[in-house]
T-cell receptor, first 109, second 115 residues
Framework: GQNIDQPTEMTATEGAIVQINCTYQ??????LFWYQQHAGEAPTFLSY??LDGLEEKGRFSSFLSRSKGYSYLLLKELQMKDSASYLC??????????WGAGTKLIIKP | GAVVSQHPSRVICKSGTSVKIECRSL??????MFWYRQFPKQSLMLMAT?????????EQGVEKDKFLINHASLTLSTLTVTSAHPEDSSFYIC???????????FGQGTRLTVV
């Protein structure tokens, strides 16, 4: 079966760095996405990785290792507004998105 | 990024009535649209995938006669919840993708409450 695993909840301090991990087992791979979702709102796109390595976008970076079925989202200089759920999703061989359950990130002052 | 507009953002309806939710891609042609529902503190659940001009493909367990999806143009898809019941109360979200890019863009979501 297809499976995406990510931690349910994480807590971090304002100004710090946090890494949210995602492991996956899917039928085929056409890329991995990270989305941010604030409570009561729709997800917003953060990043897309299809090749191994690190993609950096401002305070957010995303890493992919296809051989390990592993990705992480790194958030630097955390701000209170970063409190949200972070969803990992993998596009399978049929170009369908398989979603993780999301990681709720709580930022404390 | 591309803009997907979903309307209405919130709707309250009486049990037994039908509700239509619209999803529009404003600045690109959406060859594929996805409809999700999300219960509180749970992940997105894909309901159906629709390609422009074709019948929607429904996920297992989703009643196609209850959740009517129409994708008649490259910029508009609609989801109609027919004969709504309180258990249909949920957050419904559409996303759209063109054939030119990989990522899908989400609408703002619709909070449906059936009373």
């Amino acid at each position: 079966g297809q499976n995406i695993d990510q931690p349910t909840e994480m807590t971090a301090t304002e100004g710090a760095i946090v890494q949210i991990n995602c492991t996956y087992q899917t039928s085929g791979f056409n890329g991995l996405f990270w989305y941010q979702q604030h409570a009561g709102e729709a997800p917003t796109f953060l990043s897309y990785n299809v090749l191994d390595g690190l993609e950096e976008k401002g305070r957010f970076s995303s890493f992919l290792s296809r051989s390990k079925g592993y990705s992480y989202l790194l958030l630097k200089e955390l701000q209170m507004k970063d409190s949200a759920s972070y969803l990992c999703a993998v596009m399978d061989s049929n170009y369908q998105l398989i979603w993780g359950a999301g990681t709720k990130l709580i930022i404390k002052p | 990024g591309a803009v997907v507009s979903q309307h209405p953002s919130r709707v309250i309806c009486k049990s037994g009535t039908s509700v239509k939710i619209e999803c529009r891609s404003l600045d690109f042609q959406a060859t594929t649209m996805f409809w999700y529902r999300q219960f509180p503190k749970q992940s997105l659940m894909l309901m159906a995938t629709s390609n422009e001009g074709s019948k929607a493909t429904y996920e297992q367990g989703v009643e196609k006669d209850k959740f009517l999806i129409n994708h008649a143009s490259l910029t508009l898809s609609t989801l109609t919840v027919t004969s709504a019941h309180p258990e249909d109360s949920s957050f419904y979200i559409c996303s759209a993708r063109s054939s030119l890019v990989t990522e899908a863009f989400f609408g703002q979501g619709t909070r449906l409450t059936v009373v």
